[in-house]
């Protein structure tokens, strides 16, 4: 199972932080994340999104550990970050997307084994057939040894991304069919409690 560093900083250029990551070749794929404009018409104006953020991809979680004092010292900014174990979920027409939904439900759920289950078995296929998706990944929770410095750790109930070809296509999803079904759905889940963000971006390689 591949694992994802999440890095969200509220302030930096995410034009500089992809030169200061070009070098930072531990990681599997590196992207970099930038706030764009997607209307959800089930989540009215949206959230607000930090200024970027980081995601790093490593087979293992003992490499993702090593990168660490590297990828600090590349982006050396105040930062929330997250380590997680990544589900990845088949799509019609996969692809590298220039456009990202990024989702996190901070949590708490009262059960989160039942929760993780219903979202996997029932929310997760109908996101896979979003119109025009390109790509489907969800993050679980777990346990590891976060950094000291800069970056301050946060632990997620789950976090989520479907990509797209541009915001666009990404705001064609939200409106459609499929999208409905998924917020008929969300009615339907386990009980949780807290925050769930929305985050529409830019998606870029350094």
Same mark, same amino acid.
């Given at each position: 199972?591949p694992f994802?560093?999440?890095?969200s900083?509220?302030s930096?250029?995410?034009?500089?932080?992809r030169? =200061?990551?070009?070098? +930072?070749? #531990?990681?599997? @794929?590196?992207l *970099?994340?930038? /706030?764009? !404009?997607?209307?959800?018409?089930? &989540?009215?104006?949206?959230?607000r999104?930090?200024?970027?953020?980081?995601?790093a991809?490593?087979?293992?979680?003992?490499?993702?550990?090593?990168?660490l004092?590297?990828?600090?010292?590349?982006?050396p900014?105040? =930062?929330?970050?997250? +380590?997680? #174990?990544v589900? @990845?979920?088949? *799509?019609?027409? /996969?692809? !590298?997307?220039?456009c990202s939904? &990024?989702?996190?439900?901070?949590?708490?759920?009262?059960d989160?084994?039942?929760?993780?289950a219903?979202?996997?078995?029932?929310h997760?296929?109908?996101?896979a057939a979003?119109?025009?998706?390109?790509?489907?990944?969800?993050?679980?929770?777990?346990?590891?040894?976060?950094?000291?410095?800069?970056?301050?750790?946060?632990r997620?109930l789950?976090?989520?991304?479907?990509?797209?070809?541009?915001?666009g296509a990404l705001?064609a999803?939200?409106a459609?069919?499929?999208?409905a079904?998924?917020?008929?759905?969300?009615a339907?889940?386990?009980?949780?409690?807290?925050?769930?963000?929305h985050?529409?971006?830019?998606?870029?390689?350094?």
């Open positions: 199972m994802c560093l999440f890095v900083c509220d930096g250029d995410p034009a500089a932080a030169r =200061a990551l070009s070098g +930072a070749r #531990a990681a599997e @794929r590196l *970099v994340h930038a /706030p764009a !404009a997607a209307r959800d018409p089930f &989540l009215g104006g949206g959230d999104a930090p200024a970027l953020v980081v995601q991809y490593f087979a293992g979680l003992d490499e993702l550990q090593a990168a004092p590297a990828l600090q010292e590349s982006l900014l105040p =930062a929330s970050c997250e +380590a997680m #174990a589900r @990845r979920f088949a *799509v019609p027409q /996969p692809g !590298a997307g220039g939904y &990024l989702v996190r439900y901070a949590g708490p759920a009262d989160p084994a039942a929760w993780h219903h979202y996997l078995e029932h997760a296929p109908l996101m979003l119109p025009g998706i390109r790509e489907l990944e969800v993050y679980l929770p777990l346990d590891w040894d976060a950094p000291a410095g800069p970056w301050r750790a946060v997620s789950q976090r989520n991304k479907v990509a797209f070809d541009g915001p705001e999803a939200l459609s069919p499929v999208r079904k998924m917020r008929a759905d969300f339907a889940f386990p009980a949780y409690r807290g925050e769930v963000s985050l529409p971006m830019l998606s870029f390689e350094p």
